[in-house]
């Protein structure tokens, strides 16, 4: 397959990048920096100078399926910039892609202001549209127009991963540090539960192949 990858040069696009290569996959990315043309083609990955905040259509090569792992993430600031290129810029890819369109959203976006604890949410469980957090606030407007665009011969899909981790992400980094410097505590005796596997996916009820 050819597919687009958005977020290449990050800490999830990256490593998927890897995988789809070695399975056989012809991987193009977009990328607004000349200078991540070098490490994108390090991988295999065909570069895509193209720019999500433009006022221009944007136009893609051929290709069979988007993952659209990109995003502006701090988790809060002022709006206007989350919105412009966190919806207003899925909204151009969903406009160019063609065929299938997987777009990670984000567990965050089912979460109040209260902090009221979720348990066994589903994909039927509401999104909470009005967060403080801007960031969460732009995933959970996006979602719901990735898959309102879900239609026969466009497929749409949106999985809700509660957090990517791994080696080389801020957390990894930050968190041996936390613990030496003694400013790491177990939220309620690390009691907390967080459940990756069950209701971490939206997909439209009336999805085709």
């Known amino acids: 397959m050819k597919i687009l990858v ?25 990328t607004r920096s000349t200078s991540s043309h070098a490490k994108l083609k390090s991988t295999g990955t065909t570069p895509v100078d193209a720019n999500l905040e433009s006022n221009t259509p944007l136009i893609l090569p051929v290709i069979d399926a988007v993952v659209h792992a990109a995003a502006l993430f701090r988790f809060s600031g002022p709006r206007e910039p989350f919105f412009r290129i966190n919806v207003d810029g899925t909204v ?3 406009q160019a892609a063609a065929k299938t369109f997987v777009y990670i959203s984000a567990t965050g976006i089912l979460m109040d202001n209260g902090g009221t604890p979720i348990r066994d949410a589903d994909e039927s469980a ?33 999985p809700r991963p509660p957090a990517i981790c791994g ?24 009691d907390t539960l ?16």
Request: proline share 6%.
């Open 6 to 30: 958005m977020g290449g040069t990050g800490l999830f696009g990256g490593r998927l990048i890897k995988k789809l290569v070695g399975d056989g996959h012809e991987i193009f990315a977009l």
């Open 92 to 94: 151009a890819l969903l």
């Open 194 to 209: 967080l459940q990756p596997a069950r209701g971490q996916c939206d997909r439209s009820q009336t999805m085709r192949s």
């Open 167 to 190: 080696p080389g992400d801020p957390f990894s980094r930050a968190l041996p540090e936390a613990v030496r410097s003694g400013q790491f505590a177990f939220i309620n005796r690390g």
């Open 126 to 158: 509401p999104t909470f549209q009005n967060h403080f957090s801007a960031y969460l606030m732009s995933k959970a407007r996006a979602k719901p127009l990735v898959l309102a665009a879900n239609k026969l011969g466009f497929r749409t899909i949106a």
